[in-house]
């Protein structure tokens, strides 16, 4: 059974910092992608940033350069460092992990991803 629990979600300050993590079981953690997406209210999903097996990364152009994904093979966690936070950044983030077909690819594309953690509350206040 797949699990993506997260944690570190909370109220901050504009202009502050938080860190997400994601911890995974049931999947081959070393051998996929991972992403992280967020939901707004009355939003769609969007795709915040995203880690290959081999480290490469991909980030929305609204958090590019404020944002950081990395993983921890031996831990099975994968975590989302959030820097120079704006209101704008508040939403409903979410662990997701894809498909199987999916695994050892770049998944920038919800659909291609199966697997979705609870999600953590980020509020920014401004």
């Known amino acids: 059974q797949v699990q993506l629990v997260e944690s570190g979600g909370g109220l901050v300050q504009a202009g502050g910092s938080l860190r997400l993590s994601c911890a995974a079981s049931?999947?081959?953690?070393?051998?996929?992608?991972m992403g992280w997406y967020r939901q707004a209210p009355g939003k769609q999903r969007e795709l915040v940033a995203f880690?290959?097996?081999?480290?490469?990364?991909l980030f929305a152009d609204s958090v590019r350069d404020r944002f950081t994904i990395f993983r921890d093979n031996a831990q099975k966690t994968v975590s989302l460092r959030m820097n120079s936070l704006k209101p704008e950044d508040t939403a409903v983030y979410y662990c997701?992990?894809?498909?199987?077909?999916?695994?050892?690819?770049?998944?920038?594309?919800?659909?291609?991803?199966?697997?979705w953690g609870q999600g953590t509350q980020v509020t920014v206040s401004s």
């Open positions: 997701a992990a894809p498909k199987p077909p999916w695994w050892g690819r770049i998944a920038s594309d919800a659909r291609a991803y199966e697997y």
């Open positions: 049931g999947i081959p953690f070393s051998s996929t992608g």
């Open positions: 880690i290959s097996v081999g480290g490469f990364t």
